[in-house]
Structures are given as C-alpha cells and as structure tokens.
T-cell receptor, first 108, second 114 residues
Framework: RKEVEQDPGPFNVPEGATVAFNCTYSNSASQSFFWYRQDCRKEPKLLMSVYSSGNEDGRFTAQLNRASQYISLLIRDSKLSDSATYLCAVSTGNQFYFGTGTSLTVIP | SAVISQKPSRDICQRGTSLTIQCQVDSQVTMMFWYRQQPGQSLTLIATANQGSEATYESGFVIDKFPISRPNLTFSTLTVSNMSPEDSSIYLC???????????FGPGTRLTVT
C-alpha cells in the first residue's frame, strides 16, 4: 500500500470556481503534513503546512483529518495562475512521502 | 528558506556514461536529500547525504549506481553511473527548512539518457 495516495486528476475548472483536492495517508503515526505546488518543468515549492486545527492562507484552506487519515486543500476563486500540479506530502519520523500530484488547469 | 542551486540544469547523456550533479546550499545544513522524479511520477527519495558519514540509501537504490559525496555542510554531489534510458528523470536535491520538518528543493537537473 502506498504511503500517500492522491487523485491525479486532471481537474479543469473555470476561473472563479472552488476546487478541492484530497490526499490519504496510510501511517497513523505521521506527524507533519504539507501541500506543495509544482509548475511545469519546475521544482516543487512549499505552498502551506497543514495543521490539525486547519489553516487558511488567502484563497487557500488546508485541513487535516487524523481520524480518517486524509488532508485536503481547498482553493477558492480560482485564478489562471493557480494552474499547476499540487502534491501532498506527509512526514513520518525522518521520512518524507509525496503523493503523485493532482493536476489543476484553470480555464478562462 | 534556504537558497539551493544545482548544476547542471539539464543534460543529454549517452548510455553507459556517468553524470555528476552538484547541489549547493547558501547555509549550513545537517542533512541533504536527493530525489528522483520520473515523468508523470511523484518524488522518490534516493538517499540522504550526511556530512562526515556514508549516505543512507533507500530501498531500490545502491551506492554503486548513485554514489554521493558530502564534503561539507553546504555541498553535495550525486553521480548517476553507467546510465541507461531508464535513468532519464529529474534529479532534485533538497534540505529541511528552518523549522526542521518542511523541505525545500533545488531547481532540479533534467537528465535525458539516449
């Protein structure tokens, strides 16, 4: 079983739409959770950490559900510039595990 | 976050040859990590490079194929040896952030083996 599973998409949404990505993890001992953004032919960049209480950064909201072992990322009012691949990441001990990424295209 | 640079940014190599990728960080870090990202795939950890000791390799990766050097706290190299087309990938180095649990990545080296 993979450590982290993520729907690869693709998600094609119109500008202004709200879109949500989910990611499940298999190890209940996982301690830290993240969302990364990866633009085409670029390295992944940390978008936001995910805290148990949930956290928000502008149009982006991340949530963690430890009981069901999933994390989510909600993007409100999508912009064309949000088009990218979004990867979830889970840290267990010293190990980092990444999902395969969800591709998002925001359409004008 | 740390500023990480990698060289080369891309290369096209012939089967059977070797390529050494360099990673430079602008601050001292204990651990540096080498990842591979094959087309359409996620990131796979190759090894953790520790200064002053042997690198720690993940399952499926061996030192003979991916020798790593870590001469100081700001620099590491990864060599891809005896390359085959299956080694065509993006190779990224990364370091932990100041909080100790998040990771930051270099710009990557795009390798094509013909």
């Amino acid at each position: 079983r993979k450590e982290v599973e993520q729907d690869p998409g693709p998600f094609n949404v119109p500008e202004g739409a709200t879109v949500a990505f989910n990611c499940t993890y298999s190890n209940s001992a996982s301690q830290s959770f993240f969302w990364y953004r990866q633009d085409c032919r670029k390295e992944p960049k940390l978008l936001m950490s995910v805290y148990s209480s949930g956290n928000e950064d502008g149009r982006f909201t991340a949530q963690l559900n430890r009981a069901s072992q999933y994390i989510s990322l909600l993007i409100r009012d999508s912009k064309l510039s949000d088009s990218a691949t979004y990867l979830c990441a889970v840290s267990t001990g010293n190990q980092f595990y990444f999902g395969t990424g969800t591709s998002l295209t925001v359409i004008p | 976050s740390a500023v990480i640079s990698q060289k080369p940014s891309r290369d096209i190599c012939q089967r059977g040859t070797s390529l050494t990728i360099q990673c430079q960080v602008d601050s001292q870090v204990t651990m540096m990590f080498w990842y591979r990202q094959q087309p359409g795939q996620s990131l796979t950890l190759i090894a953790t490079a520790n200064q002053g000791s042997e690198a720690t390799y993940e399952s499926g990766f061996v030192i003979d194929k991916f020798p790593i050097s870590r001469p100081n706290l700001t620099f590491s190299t990864l060599t891809v040896s005896n390359m085959s087309p299956e080694d065509s990938s993006i190779y990224l180095c990364s370091v932990r952030g100041p909080l100790g649990y998040e990771q930051y990545f270099g710009p990557g080296t795009r390798l094509t083996v013909t």
